[in-house]
């Protein structure tokens, strides 16, 4: 079997044979296949394999049709919207922070910065808070003696000093029990993102 | 150079797309009745056998899920064939993970070009499967979107992810191969 050297017309068989071509270029490639057998005879090849390979496998149009959801429109949020969630946010943090510092330089009394930390877990009754003596180091005031008469609960010890950065400075019993917080936490759930369905997220009224 | 006429199929497929958007769901089953045939010989010649069924769902959810990601640059056949021959690697991606073996049979990839019966003599069947099932996986891919499903060089490198160029050098070097096959 000879290959035509007129590339083009060899390019374009396949196009002429799925009837892809405009009227003009349909007739140069009619006009060229008239006097030449190699390109018959490749076309005539072409045509075989085609319908050779046409059969598809089944398949279950009506199964297909109903998996297909009905059209949901997304959701576009404007540049503006955008923006001005970043500035609140931006705002808080900024705010936030300045008032902590603010009461930390204006006050003398030790600073329980836990309110402002989040992810700190609020306090609960400690089974054995008498097990071992917590440090009280952590809060103690430098012009003030240590307090004997209440000292200061182990879950809010051990949340300061995880908010003051001062871990260091607990007792064994304390980061035990730190640990065993920690172990309590719940762990998050797994995501399922291919199975997961888009959400759409209203945009809030008047903007 | 070739002149490839956009096909009434090709304005159709985006008005039913409209038409789906507008909440008229019997034009997503008639898209699915154009096409799915097509995608499915297509799952089939590159070797997705026994999940062709479920890949040519996949791929329509998958679409219309996303829908608003076609821009109409291309067919929505091609932007189809994409996305099928992207879950099948994905998958055959997966299966390679899960320590399956997951190679491509020839003669597997052969036995799905059934003839339509009465229509080609069963020895040139034959010998038509066995010069395609001679290609190498790329060079069949091209082949089968050129000829079968008579898509541009631009269509076809959009479909499996290469050049123009490579394209065009895939189809005459599948042509040169089936030639060379037969001839022996």
């Known amino acids: 079997m ?7 017309v060899r390019d374009a068989l396949p196009d002429y044979l799925n009837d892809r071509l405009d009227t003009a270029r349909r007739r140069e490639v009619e006009s060229h296949l008239a006097g030449c057998d190699a390109c018959r005879e490749e076309l005539a090849l072409l045509r075989t394999l085609r319908v050779t390979m046409r059969r598809a496998p089944a398949v279950n149009v009506e199964a297909i049709a109903a998996a297909i959801p009905a059209y949901r429109a997304p959701v576009r949020r404007g540049w503006s919207t955008g923006w001005r969630v970043a500035a609140a946010v931006a705002a808080l943090a900024v ?12 006050s003398d009394k030790p600073v329980d910065v836990s309110p402002y ?19 009280t180091r952590a809060v103690e005031a430098p012009t003030r003696p ?38 309590s936490l719940d762990a998050l759930p797994t995501a399922d993102v291919e199975g997961a369905e888009p959400v759409s997220v209203a945009a809030p009224e008047g903007i | 150079m070739t002149h490839v006429a956009p096909t009434t199929d090709e304005r159709t497929d985006l008005d039913l797309v409209a038409r789906w958007k507008a909440g008229e769901q019997r034009a997503a089953t008639l898209l699915v009745e154009r096409h799915a045939s097509a995608l ?8 997705a056998r026994a999940d062709v069924d479920e890949v040519v769902q996949d791929t329509f959810v998958r679409a219309f899920a996303s829908i608003d990601g076609f821009r109409g ?6 932007w ?28 597997d990839v052969a036995t799905e070009y059934d003839a339509l019966d009465g229509v080609v003599a069963a020895e040139t069947r034959e010998r038509m499967r ?27 490198a959009e479909a499996v992810d290469t050049t123009e160029g490579a394209a065009r050098v895939h189809y005459h070097n599948a042509m040169r191969a089936i030639k060379e096959y037969l001839d022996d």
């Open chain 1, 2 to 8: 000879t290959d035509c050297p007129n590339g083009e």
């Open chain 1, 95 to 106: 705010g936030g922070t300045s008032i902590a510092l603010l009461r930390a330089r204006t």
């Open chain 1, 117 to 135: 930390v989040i992810g700190v877990r609020t306090p609960r009754p400690d089974p054995a808070p008498a097990a071992a003596p917590p440090s």
């Open chain 1, 146 to 183: 240590a307090p004997v008469a209440a000292p200061i609960q182990p879950v809010a010890a051990r949340e300061l000093a995880m908010a003051s950065g001062s871990i260091g400075e607990l007792s064994d019993a304390e980061l035990s029990a730190l640990v065993d917080d920690i172990e």
């Open chain 2, 40 to 47: 499915a010989r297509f799952l089939a010649s590159i070797g």
């Open chain 2, 73 to 78: 640059e291309s067919s929505l056949r091609t």
């Open chain 2, 80 to 107: 189809l064939f994409t996305i099928a021959r992207r879950l099948v690697l994905d998958r055959r991606r997966a299966a390679r993970r899960r320590g399956e073996h997951v190679e491509v049979q020839e003669g």
């Open chain 2, 130 to 156: 066995g010069a395609m099932a001679a290609l190498t996986p790329t060079q069949r891919e091209v082949f089968v979107l050129r000829v079968n499903e008579g898509m541009s060089y631009r269509e076809i």
